[in-house]
């Protein structure tokens, strides 16, 4: 059974950066068939994408975050990173990651448990 | 943009009973790019439908996707207890690639 787990900093300065790892379990994130996204979601709010990437490292960003976002893969780790730069309060978030079926358009068909990050001095 | 309006806001029903949710998007989206998620408190999201119709995998047939061009439904045939919970659509565009509907609330009347 896939499984990903989200592991980074409960609590990021304002003007920081934000970096978060997902590790995968019990399937290889160099499958030809996937990408691997972030998700975030604000508390008490909606879903919002942020990004994904494929095991070769090609990557898409949300508009509204690219210039803030850089996502990257370790295979050999079977890991996937997010780094989110200059954060504000606006991005107190629980953060997702997630297996990304482009393939059939499908943003999640697998997801972490979440993890809050709080922007905070 | 593709802007996703689901409603209504909260739906209040009792187990047993018929739910209808809805999903408007602003401009035409294919069929194929259409997706349903159910969100209960503290968990991550789970995928209902993909492709506006099919069931993810051990997804219960009383859940069903239906619609095409701007107009899509979810529909649970008789709510069981376990259903209450908050119900995202989601779709593949162009810019940004993924995004999703406000949510729509399902609590018990």
């Known amino acids: 059974q896939l499984q990903l787990q989200e592991s980074g900093p409960g609590l990021v300065k304002p003007s920081e950066t934000l970096s978060l790892t997902c590790t995968v379990s019990?399937?290889?994130?160099?499958?030809?068939?996937?990408?691997w996204g972030w998700i975030r979601q604000p508390p008490g709010k909606g879903l919002e994408w942020i990004g994904s990437?494929?095991?070769?490292?090609?990557?898409y960003y949300n508009p509204s975050l690219k210039s803030r976002v850089t996502i990257s893969v370790d295979t050999s780790k079977n890991q996937f990173s997010l780094k989110l730069s200059s954060v504000t309060a606006a991005d107190t978030a629980v953060y997702y990651c997630?297996?990304?079926?482009?393939?059939?358009?499908?943003?999640?068909?697998?997801w972490g448990q979440g993890t809050l990050v709080t922007v905070s001095s | 943009e593709i802007v996703l309006t689901q409603s209504p806001g909260t739906l209040s029903l009792s187990p047993g009973e018929r739910a209808t949710l809805s999903c408007r998007a602003s401009?035409?989206?294919?069929?194929?790019?259409l997706a349903w998620y159910q969100q209960k408190p503290g968990q991550a999201p789970r995928l209902l439908i993909y492709?506006?119709?099919s069931r993810a995998t051990g997804i219960p047939d009383r859940f069903s996707g239906s619609g095409s061009g701007t107009d899509f439904t979810l529909t649970i045939s008789r709510l069981e207890p376990e259903d209450f919970a908050v119900y995202y659509c989601?779709?593949?565009?162009?810019?940004?690639?993924?995004?999703f509907g406000q949510g729509t609330k399902l609590e018990i009347k």
């Open positions: 997630a297996r990304d079926r482009l393939y059939d358009y499908v943003l999640g068909d697998y």
């Open positions: 019990g399937g290889s994130i160099s499958s030809s068939s996937y990408y």
């Open positions: 990437i494929y095991y070769s490292g090609s990557t």
């Open positions: 401009q035409s989206v294919s069929s194929s790019y």
């Open positions: 492709g506006a119709s």
């Open positions: 989601q779709q593949y565009g162009s810019s940004p690639m993924y995004s």
